[in-house]
Protein backbone atom coordinates (compact mmCIF):
# COMPACT_ATOMS: atom_id res chain seq x y z
CA UNK A 1 0.00 0.00 0.00
CA UNK A 2 2.91 2.25 0.57
CA UNK A 3 5.35 3.39 -1.98
CA UNK A 4 9.44 3.39 -2.08
CA UNK A 5 8.88 7.16 -1.16
CA UNK A 6 6.14 7.26 1.72
CA UNK A 7 8.35 4.05 3.27
CA UNK A 8 11.14 6.45 3.06
CA UNK A 9 9.71 9.79 4.84
CA UNK A 10 7.95 6.88 7.10
CA UNK A 11 11.08 5.96 8.26
CA UNK A 12 12.10 9.43 9.22
CA UNK A 13 11.89 10.98 13.11
CA UNK A 14 8.67 13.03 12.37
CA UNK A 15 6.38 13.73 14.12
CA UNK A 16 2.62 12.67 12.70
CA UNK A 17 -1.04 13.84 13.16
CA UNK A 18 -3.63 11.45 14.37
CA UNK A 19 -7.46 12.93 13.59
CA UNK A 20 -10.03 10.55 15.40
CA UNK A 21 -13.69 11.26 15.40
CA UNK A 22 -14.78 13.97 17.13
CA UNK A 23 -16.66 14.39 20.30
CA UNK A 24 -20.68 15.72 19.71
CA UNK A 25 -20.54 19.23 18.81
CA UNK A 26 -16.94 19.56 18.16
CA UNK A 27 -15.00 19.81 15.25
CA UNK A 28 -11.95 17.15 14.50
CA UNK A 29 -8.61 18.12 16.09
CA UNK A 30 -5.80 16.67 14.98
CA UNK A 31 -3.18 16.20 17.38
CA UNK A 32 1.35 15.64 16.98
CA UNK A 33 2.13 11.61 17.74
CA UNK A 34 5.19 9.71 17.74
CA UNK A 35 4.37 6.53 14.92
CA UNK A 36 6.18 3.59 13.90
CA UNK A 37 5.69 1.47 10.73
CA UNK A 38 5.05 -1.47 11.73
CA UNK A 39 6.84 -4.99 9.20
CA UNK A 40 3.32 -5.63 8.60
CA UNK A 41 2.44 -2.36 7.10
CA UNK A 42 -0.11 -0.79 10.02
CA UNK A 43 1.19 2.03 11.81
CA UNK A 44 1.61 2.26 15.59
CA UNK A 45 1.74 4.54 18.39
CA UNK A 46 1.08 4.94 21.70
CA UNK A 47 -0.93 6.71 24.25
CA UNK A 48 -2.19 6.78 27.97
CA UNK A 49 -5.23 4.54 28.36
CA UNK A 50 -7.26 7.23 29.70
CA UNK A 51 -6.60 9.93 27.49
CA UNK A 52 -9.78 11.53 25.41
CA UNK A 53 -8.39 10.50 21.55
CA UNK A 54 -8.41 7.02 23.34
CA UNK A 55 -12.04 7.00 24.35
CA UNK A 56 -13.16 7.88 21.16
CA UNK A 57 -11.15 5.24 18.80
CA UNK A 58 -13.16 2.67 21.84
CA UNK A 59 -16.46 4.86 20.48
CA UNK A 60 -15.05 4.45 16.71
CA UNK A 61 -12.23 2.70 15.80
CA UNK A 62 -11.27 4.94 12.26
CA UNK A 63 -8.65 7.19 12.15
CA UNK A 64 -6.12 9.14 10.02
CA UNK A 65 -2.52 9.80 10.10
CA UNK A 66 -0.59 12.41 8.54
CA UNK A 67 3.30 12.64 7.99
CA UNK A 68 4.62 15.47 6.40
CA UNK A 69 8.41 16.96 5.33
CA UNK A 70 9.57 19.15 7.54
CA UNK A 71 10.09 23.44 6.49
CA UNK A 72 12.99 23.94 4.00
CA UNK A 73 11.99 20.06 1.84
CA UNK A 74 10.23 19.67 -0.92
CA UNK A 75 6.68 19.37 -0.13
CA UNK A 76 5.93 15.58 0.63
CA UNK A 77 3.33 13.94 2.77
CA UNK A 78 1.55 10.42 3.24
CA UNK A 79 -2.02 10.08 4.91
CA UNK A 80 -3.03 7.34 5.74
CA UNK A 81 -6.96 6.77 6.95
CA UNK A 82 -8.37 3.34 8.41
CA UNK A 83 -9.72 1.02 11.32
CA UNK A 84 -7.74 1.29 14.49
CA UNK A 85 -7.45 -1.62 17.45
CA UNK A 86 -6.04 -0.51 20.52
CA UNK A 87 -3.74 -3.30 22.31
CA UNK A 88 -2.67 -3.27 26.41
CA UNK A 89 0.22 -5.37 25.52
CA UNK A 90 3.01 -3.77 24.06
CA UNK A 91 2.81 -0.14 24.87
CA UNK A 92 5.66 -0.14 26.80
CA UNK A 93 7.73 -1.56 24.30
CA UNK A 94 6.69 0.64 21.48
CA UNK A 95 6.76 3.81 23.98
CA UNK A 96 10.76 2.90 24.44
CA UNK A 97 11.27 2.12 20.93
CA UNK A 98 10.06 5.32 20.02
CA UNK A 99 11.68 7.48 22.61
CA UNK A 100 14.96 5.99 21.22
CA UNK A 101 13.71 7.50 17.85
CA UNK A 102 12.34 10.44 19.05
CA UNK A 103 14.36 11.67 22.11
CA UNK A 104 18.29 12.14 22.77
CA UNK A 105 17.95 9.18 25.32
CA UNK A 106 21.35 10.05 27.01
CA UNK A 107 19.22 12.64 28.78
CA UNK A 108 19.14 11.73 32.40
CA UNK A 109 15.79 13.50 32.28
CA UNK A 110 14.69 11.50 29.64
CA UNK A 111 15.46 8.12 30.56
CA UNK A 112 14.00 8.64 33.97
CA UNK A 113 10.25 9.77 31.26
CA UNK A 114 10.56 6.35 29.69
CA UNK A 115 11.54 4.30 32.83
CA UNK A 116 8.28 5.44 34.67
CA UNK A 117 6.62 4.82 31.44
CA UNK A 118 6.86 1.51 31.99
CA UNK A 119 4.24 1.30 34.87
CA UNK A 120 2.30 3.77 33.33
CA UNK A 121 -1.39 2.59 31.78
CA UNK A 122 -0.34 2.39 28.28
CA UNK A 123 -1.89 1.24 24.96
CA UNK A 124 -0.86 0.54 21.78
CA UNK A 125 -2.45 1.75 18.87
CA UNK A 126 -2.57 0.45 15.52
CA UNK A 127 -4.16 1.61 12.39
CA UNK A 128 -4.61 -0.51 9.49
CA UNK A 129 -4.76 1.92 6.54
CA UNK A 130 -7.15 1.12 4.03
CA UNK A 131 -6.49 4.16 2.05
CA UNK A 132 -3.49 6.16 1.97
CA UNK A 133 -3.16 9.37 0.00
CA UNK A 134 0.03 11.24 -0.94
CA UNK A 135 1.97 13.63 -2.63
CA UNK A 136 5.53 14.33 -3.22
CA UNK A 137 6.70 17.58 -5.26
Known amino acids: MFRDKDLDLLAR ?8 APKAG ?24 EAPKVARLREEPRASLVVAAPIGEPEHWVAAEGAVTIHEDGAADLAARL ?37 AG
Open 99 to 135: AARYYDMSDPAKQKLVAEWKDAPLVRIVLRPETVNRY
Open 13 to 20: PLHAFLTV
Open 26 to 49: RWPSPRPVWYELAGDGTLQLFSFA
